[in-house]
């Protein structure tokens, strides 16, 4: 049997869904028998492939870049998954929305700057006005919500994804997510 090609994407969060896929230790190492990690921020490929499997995006949508990855990553992906609650409800992220960009980044880069305060224009990408939950711009197969969610929770949700079991949302969720 072919293992499935499975990516995790990193937008507006702070890695802690991340670090919960690492904690499932060594029950992450017994998932490898059945899927290939092509594309993660603990892997080193630099660009998303043409053809995933399974995606699994943390964080929410806050800048022109976020915008454009996942677009690109629910198009060359058959099934996405919003885990964590950035990417299904903004959480976190989202806080600054009633703030607006500019006071946003004044208070970064020019308020709490000891020297060379100036808003950069390059490298960091264009914020955008609201923060959104990935739905808002994409389809959505599955939503994984916690903060993060639990290593239980993921390894129950991969299990089922490479299986083809029945996937169970309210249940995962009493795992303390
Ligand atoms: Fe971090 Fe929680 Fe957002 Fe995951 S859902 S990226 S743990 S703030």
Redesign the pocket.
């Given at each position: 049997m072919s293992k499935l090609k499975v990516a995790t994407v990193w937008l507006d969060?702070?890695?802690?869904?991340h670090m919960?896929i690492l904690d499932m230790d060594e029950r992450l190492i017994a998932l490898t028998e059945f899927i290939d990690i092509v594309y993660s921020p603990i892997v080193d490929t630099k660009e998303y492939p043409d053809e995933v499997d399974i995606a699994l995006v943390?964080?929410a949508v806050a800048s022109v870049d976020d915008e454009k990855k996942i677009r690109k990553i629910r198009a060359h992906s058959k099934l996405l998954v919003a885990m964590?609650?950035?990417?299904v409800a903004g959480?976190?992220p989202s806080m600054r929305n009633s703030i607006g960009p500019e006071a946003i980044l004044e208070r970064a880069y020019i308020e709490n700057a000891d020297c060379q305060q100036q808003i950069p224009c390059i490298v960091v990408p264009r914020l955008l006005r609201v923060v959104k939950p990935i739905n808002e711009f994409v389809k959505v197969d599955v939503f994984l919500p916690?903060?993060?969610p639990s290593a239980d929770t993921f390894h129950t949700a991969l299990t089922a994804l490479v299986t083809g079991e029945p996937l169970d949302v309210p249940a995962l969720t009493r795992f303390g997510a």
């Amino acid at each position: 049997m072919s293992k499935l090609k499975v990516a995790t994407v990193w937008l507006d969060g702070c890695s802690g869904c991340h670090m919960s896929i690492l904690d499932m230790d060594e029950r992450l190492i017994a998932l490898t028998e059945f899927i290939d990690i092509v594309y993660s921020p603990i892997v080193d490929t630099k660009e998303y492939p043409d053809e995933v499997d399974i995606a699994l995006v943390e964080g929410a949508v806050a800048s022109v870049d976020d915008e454009k990855k996942i677009r690109k990553i629910r198009a060359h992906s058959k099934l996405l998954v919003a885990m964590g609650d950035c990417a299904v409800a903004g959480n976190v992220p989202s806080m600054r929305n009633s703030i607006g960009p500019e006071a946003i980044l004044e208070r970064a880069y020019i308020e709490n700057a000891d020297c060379q305060q100036q808003i950069p224009c390059i490298v960091v990408p264009r914020l955008l006005r609201v923060v959104k939950p990935i739905n808002e711009f994409v389809k959505v197969d599955v939503f994984l919500p916690g903060c993060p969610p639990s290593a239980d929770t993921f390894h129950t949700a991969l299990t089922a994804l490479v299986t083809g079991e029945p996937l169970d949302v309210p249940a995962l969720t009493r795992f303390g997510a």
